[in-house]
């Protein structure tokens, strides 16, 4: 687990269900044993305007520091699973269209090359509409 400082807030992307949470940092528990040092966390959240406890270990996702690093992950698994979707949406055709980078927004003048099932590749004019 990462290491995370008493009092700091982090962002928790559950991979459970599609949920983030803003967590604050308020206890960092260090156990020393003949197999080695372990250090884990429990973080509070506010649940209808009271803060409730969560342990570390009971958290099964991925932690952030910074908002722009979970909006990236956020960002990167969303159009992983839209070119997923699409793939599959076109399968049963027989054509395959190239993967839509999603990093920018699409470029909705620009045309989208299709390669056909015999490997004939064509062209569609004016892209997305």
């Known amino acids: 687990m990462q290491k995370f400082k008493v009092g700091n807030k982090v962002w928790f992307i559950d ?3 599609p949920a983030v949470k803003m967590l604050m940092v308020s206890e ?4 020393k044993t003949l197999s080695g040092d372990t250090t884990e ?3 509070q959240i506010p649940v209808n305007g009271n803060m409730k406890n ?11 520091k910074l ?3 979970a909006f990236d992950f956020m960002h990167s698994q969303a159009a992983d ?13 027989g054509a395959k269209v190239k993967d839509i980078d999603f990093s920018e927004p699409p470029d909705i003048s620009s045309d989208i090359i299709v390669e056909l099932p015999d490997g004939q ?8 509409k």
């Open 41 to 43: 966390y429990v973080f």
């Open 15 to 17: 991979s459970e269900k």
């Open 54 to 64: 969560l342990h570390g270990t009971n958290l099964n996702g991925t932690f952030f």
């Open 81 to 93: 699973a839209i070119n997923n979707m699409l793939n599959v949406a076109e399968k049963p055709f």
């Open 28 to 31: 960092e528990i260090t156990k």
């Open 67 to 69: 908002r722009q690093e």
């Open 121 to 128: 590749k064509a062209r569609m004019k004016g892209g997305f």
